[in-house]
């Protein structure tokens, strides 16, 4: 079956440097998402992607955040200067279309901790 | 603001018993819901959904039943196995055609199942 995969597994950066989460998206989704869970937490929204740009982000998604699709199959999101609380795990998802019969389908995650 | 909430963090069911986790919703605006497993170092997992329209769907071993007034949603597994230990998060979604929707999913903080054998 195929699957959402996403590199790395585990992310280890300094206050203030610059990530960069990778995901492929199954090959046929046409929708993509970004979540997040801090440790002990709900699983939080923090934006979604079509046709190229954001359909919607949410409060946590603030300037420092960024997404880009810079090939047909990579999905990636950006964290400019981190900080001590964007420690999560950070799930991509994609999906075939919208609401009924189009679950989301999840990646393993990054574990992105931040020193 | 808990839009979604799954108010047992845990549940201990027996091999072979049913397995009830409840959710429940404050946002009338949700009419679709979904039901994700997951185990540890992995990804929720799609496990079952309902629309509003419906208030009962069923899949093998799990059924999802909706009661709208309540704003309820609770997930059966029978007979329970113990590969079904895992978290459950509850999720909803505003559907889009209703003008006021919304893309994002809304997750409850999960349910912990563990299957004794």
């Known amino acids: 079956e195929p699957e959402v995969t996403q590199t790395p597994s585990h992310q280890v950066t300094q206050m203030g440097q610059e990530v960069i989460l990778r995901c492929v998206p199954i090959?046929?989704?046409?929708?993509f998402y970004w979540y997040r869970q801090i440790l002990g937490q709900k699983v939080e929204f923090l934006v979604s992607f079509y046709n190229n740009e954001i359909s919607e982000k949410s409060e946590i998604f603030d300037d420092q955040f960024s997404v880009e699709r810079p090939d047909g199959s990579n999905f990636t999101l950006k964290i400019r200067s981190t900080k001590l609380e964007d420690s999560a795990m950070y799930f991509c998802?994609?999906?075939?279309?919208?609401?009924?019969?189009?679950?989301?389908?999840f990646g393993n995650g990054t574990r992105l901790t931040v020193t | 603001d808990q839009q979604v909430k799954q108010n047992s963090p845990s549940l201990s069911v027996q091999e072979g018993r049913i397995s009830i986790l409840n959710c429940d919703y404050t946002?009338?605006?949700?009419?679709?819901f979904l039901w994700y497993k997951k185990y540890p170092a992995e990804g929720p997992t799609f496990l079952i959904s309902i629309s509003s329209i419906k208030d009962k769907n069923e899949d093998g071993r799990f059924t999802v039943f909706l009661n709208k007034s309540a704003k309820h949603l609770s997930l059966h597994i029978v007979p329970s196995q113990p590969g079904d230990s895992a978290v459950y998060f509850c999720?909803?979604?505003?559907?889009?055609?209703?003008?006021?929707?919304?893309?994002?999913?809304?997750f409850g903080k999960g349910t912990k199942l563990s299957v004794i054998p």
């Open positions: 998802a994609s999906s075939v279309g919208q609401g009924d019969n189009s679950p989301l389908h």
């Open positions: 999720a909803a979604l505003a559907a889009p055609y209703s003008g006021a929707g919304s893309y994002q999913l809304t």
């Open positions: 946002n009338s605006m949700f009419d679709y």
């Open positions: 090959s046929n989704h046409l929708y």
